[in-house]
């Protein structure tokens, strides 16, 4: 998962975690946050099996999912892409840099990509009333590709997002849901 601090990446690896242990599957997670805690850039690995994972790092070249918020970002992390791995991210542009790549060269980057998809995911979370649901709208986009029930991905929201209240858990049930079909509807 990619991003920069604020866009809620350690949020989706969270909730993806959780979801993975409730089906009983091994999970391992690292993160590196970025020089600064908002704006800069954040990743987080996160290894899930149905057998015991020893490293949480994702070594070059077999990652199976780039999931992320900045598209930027996420091409930064393309040689850890496996052969026929994924990558899926918010096609909005967070420009915190004087010299941030013209906005079709990154989209003709994910066109040379065999497995990718690009969605409006701020424009969509504004809709349900909160631009900070992007980050579940990218994962909603993510959820026919992870080998993870459904169910279990709205069960750990539940887990993680109850105590901040009911509203703040229908928001982000409503952005994955819609993350899940805009994915369809491409």
Known sequence: MAGVGGQGILSIAAVIGTAAIRQGLFVKQAEVHGMSQRGGAVQSH?????????????PKGSCDLILSVEPME????MP???PDGWIISNLNPFINIPDYPELEVLY????????SLLID?????SGLGSKKASNMV?????????????????????????????????????ALKAGKDAAKAV
């Open 46 to 58: 996160l290894r899930i099996s149905s057998e015991q994972v020893y490293s949480d790092l994702i």
């Open 108 to 115: 003709d980057a994910y066109a040379k990509v065999k497995n």
């Open 121 to 125: 995911a701020d424009g969509i979370a």
């Open 74 to 77: 996420a091409l930064r992390y």
């Open 138 to 174: 990218v994962l909603g986009a993510a959820a026919s590709v992870l080998e993870i029930g459904y169910d279990s991905l709205e069960a750990s929201i539940h887990d993680i997002f109850d105590r901040k209240g009911q509203d703040i858990v229908q928001l982000n049930l409503d």
């Open 80 to 82: 850890f892409l496996g």
